[in-house]
């Protein structure tokens, strides 16, 4: 039963709007399907960064390390601030197809955004550290469940956003969201900034 409390809570922490959604979605509404499944891939396998030092209880010393907290704290502020700065600045009123089948991107480019935007967030490192706190023990044998949680964890990051991703690409949103391309992106960066700010501003 606890196993699948923590099941359902993993659910509703991934899907709910923050950072993430609202970078994947920027990308897939303004470079195409396959940005927005990159930046998703990213973002899974940040994950893995939070389970490894999760479980070697790195994210307990960091949270009781003022400075350490800090540090990571402000520089994922500042990231996000600067993709949405960037976001809201290079906005385009320009009517592109969303298809991207023949669109050349650069995927290591969305796939760092989404790794970074995820990483540095610490937020989601107070998450992992308060849910291994209770999965793992000090018999090393009885931390399959810890690690079984961080697989499946990874594997719902990269199930959800690469629904967004291909959501917000379908043919039946084509139309709509090439005409409100613009503010949308507008939008979006202001989102990314808002988080960014009261990341930095919040105790």
């Known amino acids: 039963m606890e196993m699948l409390s923590l099941a359902i809570l993993g659910v509703l922490i991934v899907i709910s709007p923050g950072a993430d959604f609202v970078l994947v979605l920027k990308n897939s509404v303004n470079q195409g399907r396959k940005a927005g499944i990159w930046t998703a891939i990213g973002v899974s396998l940040a994950i893995c960064v939070h389970i490894g030092y999760s479980m070697f209880g790195i994210s307990y010393l960091i949270s009781q390390n003022a400075f ?18 960037k976001g809201i600045f290079s906005s385009s009123s320009e009517q592109e197809s969303l298809n ?5 991107i650069n995927a290591y480019r969305y796939f760092a955004q989404g790794f970074l935007c995820n990483v540095l967030n610490p937020k989601t490192m107070l998450f992992f550290l308060s849910i291994f706190s209770q999965l793992i023990s000090p018999d090393a044998a009885e931390n399959q469940a810890a690690l079984f949680y961080g697989l499946y964890m990874v594997a719902l990051h990269a199930l959800w956003f690469s629904i967004v991703a291909i959501l917000f690409t379908s043919k039946a949103l084509q139309t709509r969201l090439n005409r409100m391309k613009k503010r949308l992106n507008q939008v979006c960066g202001a989102g990314l900034v808002s988080f960014g700010a009261l990341l930095a501003i919040k105790s």
């Open 68 to 85: 350490m907290f800090s540090l990571v704290k402000y520089a994922g502020a500042a990231y996000l601030i600067y993709l949405g700065l």
């Open 100 to 104: 991207d089948n023949k669109k050349e």
